[in-house]
């Protein structure tokens, strides 16, 4: 049952789609400070927040894009998926794809019109604001578990605030090339991207919705 107080996390969902209006600085940083009010380990906070603005971000997203038309993608800093992808986590996969490709109407033989959505990744979805997550190298496994709450108080943070967002799990694929074009360090390992600004309510792609597994999949009792 949804009413006001959890209206907040059932509303949240992944924009693809933002109006040019600004984000203010001062609204971006309240987001950020909320974000970081999540949990950690040893109250540790691991990972950074890296904004890309202007020519630094266009001459970034049109290194990703040249990079990813040429199949050069890279060793990922961490591994993100099972390797092979278990039967039932790749019938979750299709049908994010099935949901999303199905809102913009791109048929699944359209391999153009799939390929032209997918590279939107590079461009943070023309969202008015593009941030970077790092994590430090020497940060164990449970630094990803901690930086996973703060990006999703991050997220739940831009709603409270009238802001949608997308996490973008693609950069992933290319950290030596993000590295490089920002000078950032070798130990600054590239976690994902974060699209973030005000939803533009009349975008096809801002109606995919997917679905959750039932209760049943993920809980059980014992005892």
């Known amino acids: 049952m949804t009413n006001k107080h959890t209206q907040l996390v059932t509303d949240r969902h992944s924009t693809r789609a933002y109006l040019p209006t600004p984000v203010p600085p001062e609204l971006l940083h309240q ?8 949990p950690s380990g040893a109250n540790l906070q691991p990972g950074n927040f890296i904004a890309v603005q202007g020519a630094t971000r266009q001459a970034l997203s049109q290194a990703l894009v040249t990079a990813w038309r040429a199949g050069e993608q890279e060793g990922e ?24 490709y199905g809102a913009l109407g791109i048929e699944r033989a359209d391999e153009a019109g799939r390929a032209q959505q997918f590279e939107r990744n590079f461009r943070f979805f023309e969202a008015p604001v593009a941030l970077l997550v790092t994590l430090e190298q020497d940060f164990g496994n449970g630094g990803y578990m901690d930086l996973g709450m703060a990006l999703y108080g991050l997220m739940l943070g831009a709603e409270a605030l009238g802001l949608s967002s997308c996490a973008i799990g693609a950069l992933a694929s290319f950290p030596r090339l993000i590295r490089n074009q920002l000078g950032l360090p070798d130990s600054s390992q590239i976690v994902c991207g974060v699209a973030l600004g005000y939803a533009d309510p009349n975008a096809p792609v801002n109606q995919a919705r997917t679905t959750r597994c039932e209760l049943d999949e993920y809980f059980r009792v014992l005892g």
């Open 31 to 38: 987001v950020l400070r909320l974000a970081r009010l999540a």
């Open 77 to 100: 800093d961490y591994a993100y998926f099972p390797d092979p992808l278990p039967m039932q986590l790749r019938k979750r996969q299709v049908g994010a794809a099935r949901a999303l």
